[in-house]
């Protein structure tokens, strides 16, 4: 299990998550991997490229269901990641056996020129569910090309070229997504990137750089810096951020409607990235019910059902204009078997209240945490709503020094007591379990986090 070994974790490297070349990862693998997951461990270092993030990998998998990831030894983690695809839970009986009905109906695959009913149904059904007056749909295989064919729409429909998005977001790893996205990681040492991907900060309370106190002066300067990109840089198609970040910071309604207006006189669009927040994970259906709705939703992830990889675009009818163009021209663009998937995690998320559950279990749990904050100085901040948490450990509760080498030991601590999630920015554990998590599991989360929290406060370092 050999590897370049890094003592240092530097946050521009650890910004979308936990960064796999440390000594506690390697003490990890030698004391949590079995003979016969090293053994797969070794074959998949051996062919998969080796990348920041991903290869060599953390552990070796057998199964996923529920809110659970179990490994080849048979050990169950409740996994507080999933990658975001895992809303209705992973391995959903019935988004299985929508999936396996579907497959029997001869219709997976839909050649391009052609329709199928299965698809027009998901796109009617996200024509439903979708806020304001999003209507017109187009799918594809990813995130990052959704995030692409919603760039397009927008230079089409505006005949402008540039866009401004914000740093420290992920919008997928495809050239035009990676450009958008404020992520040193995903572009460094390629050369250009998109022409015209402007950048901003997002709007962050707990840690702004003028340390203001109240939420609207810090909205004031975020939107001032917009507004001043928007006067001198004419010719912006569109501002393009999550609405909720992925941290998370949860901005001020009032934010995003200086965002919408901005735009409006400017001529730009609204482009809304839900790829990790859309189907119910904060607390609504979607995050932009919190406060505007966008001219351009970006969904994924979980629009697979946690199966199969599926993403798209949902957008108004007046932006449906483009006929002379093809602005997302990929074979699966109505993949039957897809749209089934996503049909099914669509139904039952709504028919067992998942959204609710999202708000409840996360609003208990976000209290649990704030609890925890007053006794524990290394919890710097908590964040987020519904099942979209974020907890920002510190050296010190006044310098808001991130605690990178804290964070990452107490994630190595918890994985061994059964729980699983992934760090941010060097210092951030995010929480964001299957939608189906109960009350009983998220304390057990809790319970395991505070003790793991109590140890590394007491020196006792993985």
């Given amino acids: 299990m050999t590897h370049k070994n890094s003592d240092s974790i530097s946050r521009f490297a650890s910004e979308q998550g936990d960064v796999n070349t440390t000594k506690n990862r390697q003490k990890y693998w030698e004391t949590n991997l079995s003979e016969a997951a090293q053994s797969i461990f070794a074959r998949d270092n051996k062919y998969f490229l080796h990348q920041n993030l991903s290869t060599p990998v953390m552990n070796v998998l057998s199964k996923a269901y529920g809110i659970y990831i179990e490994d080849i030894d048979g050990k169950k983690y409740m996994d507080m990641h999933g990658n975001g695809v895992h809303n209705a839970g992973f391995n959903n009986p019935e988004v299985i056996k929508a999936v396996k009905d579907q497959l029997d109906t001869q219709m997976s695959f839909c050649p391009r020129r052609y329709t199928?009913?299965?698809a027009v149904d998901l796109a009617q059904k996200l024509a439903e569910i979708t806020p304001g007056d999003l209507c017109k749909s187009l799918f594809c295989p990813g995130g990052s090309e959704a995030i692409e064919m919603a760039?397009?729409?927008?230079?089409?429909?505006?005949?402008h070229f540039k866009t401004i998005s914000f740093w420290?977001?992920?919008h997928g790893a495809g050239f035009a997504a990676a450009s958008v996205g404020g992520e040193e990681l995903f572009?460094?040492?390629i050369g250009p990137m998109m022409p015209g991907a402007m950048h901003v900060e997002f709007?962050?309370?707990?840690?702004?750089?003028w340390r203001f106190s109240s939420q609207e002066e810090v909205d004031n300067e975020y939107l001032r810096q917009i507004k001043t990109i928007l006067e001198r840089e004419a010719g912006v198609a569109a501002i393009i951020g999550e609405p909720i970040s992925a941290t998370p910071v949860v901005p001020s309604r009032n934010y995003w409607e200086g965002v919408r207006d901005l735009c409006e006189k400017y001529g730009a669009l609204v482009i809304f990235d839900e790829i990790i927040e859309g189907f119910g994970r904060t607390g609504k259906m979607f995050a932009s019910e919190h406060f505007i709705t966008p001219d351009v939703l970006v969904l994924g992830k979980s629009m697979g059902g946690g199966l199969l990889p599926f993403a798209g675009i949902v957008t108004k009818l007046q932006y449906d204009n483009l006929e002379h163009r093809s602005i997302g021209h990929y074979t699966h663009e109505k993949n039957g078997l897809c749209s089934a998937a996503a049909l099914a995690e669509i139904d039952y998320i709504q028919k067992n209240g998942l959204v609710e559950n999202a708000a409840r279990v996360g609003a208990?749990?976000?209290?649990?945490l704030?609890?925890?904050?007053?006794?524990?100085?290394?919890?710097?901040?908590i964040?987020?709503?519904?099942?979209?948490?974020?907890?920002?450990?510190?050296?010190?509760?006044e310098t808001k020094e991130r605690a990178v080498a804290e964070a990452d030991s107490i994630m190595y601590k918890a994985m061994e007591r059964g729980l699983a999630f992934k760090t941010i920015e060097g210092n951030i554990i995010t929480l964001r379990p299957a939608l189906t998590i109960t009350m009983e599991e998220m304390d057990q989360v809790v319970n395991i986090l505070e003790e793991a929290i109590k140890e590394v406060e007491n020196g006792n370092y993985y």
């Fill in 116 to 118: 199928n009913s299965t």
């Fill in 383 to 397: 964040a987020g709503v519904g099942l979209h948490i974020g907890i920002d450990l510190v050296k010190d509760p």
């Fill in 203 to 209: 709007p962050n309370y707990y840690r702004n750089p």
């Fill in 364 to 368: 208990h749990a976000i209290s649990r």
């Fill in 187 to 189: 572009k460094g040492g």
């Fill in 370 to 381: 704030n609890e925890l904050k007053g006794k524990h100085p290394l919890i710097g901040n």
């Fill in 168 to 170: 420290d977001s992920f």
């Fill in 151 to 159: 760039i397009t729409l927008a230079k089409q429909a505006t005949g």
